[in-house]
């Protein structure tokens, strides 16, 4: 009972944290004021305004872009055009918010024991493209092998608070059916979210990203189209844009 109880409070204590941090970066993007914001995790209808003028925010878009947040200004500005938007609405829909909110009660899978090689290749990998092109200054970072990335090649997670970097997923799927010259340059273009990251800056695609993805030796785009798969998402959406 006790656990439970610890857990819950555990729960809410996270959720209180992206609400607040929502509301304050949705604010400095330019929202209207709104008598309240209220984060849900239904899937269905993900940004709308309620009769009595909340704003209702599906909780993963706390983990997105500048980019996907000046969506949802837009979404819900009266000021904005139809043809904005809908655009608005497209982008917000490319967001995979239930990949950062876990279902009610569950925990994050644990690592199969086949995977323990694979983690640490991935983790030797990390070093030795650490120090090749940045210099050795990037912080280890945990790995995981995700078997739910199917449209996604790999991601990287950043902290909702303090917007330093937590791990690199990468997809199974990318791991076994792509070689591993492919593995790198997904693991080379998350570290250049994660170098964005650790220097202060947004991790997007922008022209800081592509600078550095040329710099690096990797194609500045936020997507890769590679024969024996279908595609992926950046860390990634396969959209111009959130890490």
């Known amino acids: 009972m006790r656990r439970k109880s610890r857990r819950a409070w555990a729960e809410a204590a996270a959720r ?18 709104v008598p309240r914001l209220e984060m849900h995790e239904n899937r269905t209808v993900l940004v709308s305004i309620t009769k009595h003028g909340a704003l209702r925010v599906h909780r993963g878009y706390a983990y997105a872009s500048d980019r996907v947040l ?3 200004v837009t979404y819900v500005s009266c000021g904005a055009g139809r043809a904005a938007h809908r655009q608005a609405e497209r982008l917000l829909g490319t967001f995979p918010v239930d990949e950062f909110v876990p279902a009610p009660g569950r925990r994050p899978p644990r690592p199969r024991p086949s995977d323990r090689r694979v983690l640490s290749r991935l983790r030797e990998l990390h070093g030795e493209l650490n120090r090749r092109h940045f210099g050795g200054a990037l912080s280890p970072i945990a790995f995981r092998v995700s078997s739910r990335m199917r449209t996604r090649l790999g991601e990287i997670t ?16 990318h791991i076994a059916h ?5 593995v790198v340059h997904t693991v080379l273009h998350e570290m250049v979210h994660q170098w964005q ?9 922008g022209a800081a990203f592509r600078r550095k993805a040329r710099e690096v030796g990797i194609a500045p785009v936020a997507s890769r189209d590679l024969d024996v ?5 950046t860390g990634d959406q396969e ?3 959130a890490a």
């Open 16 to 33: 209180r944290a992206d609400e607040e941090l929502l509301a304050r970066r949705l604010a400095e993007l330019g929202l209207p004021a």
């Open 70 to 72: 000046q969506a949802v």
């Open 158 to 173: 950043l902290d909702a608070r303090s917007g330093g970097p937590i791990e690199i997923a990468v997809s199974r799927h």
């Open 178 to 182: 792509d070689g591993w010259e492919e």
């Open 197 to 205: 990251a650790e220097t202060g800056q947004e991790a997007d695609h």
């Open 229 to 233: 798969r279908s595609r992926y998402v």
């Open 239 to 241: 959209e111009e844009g």
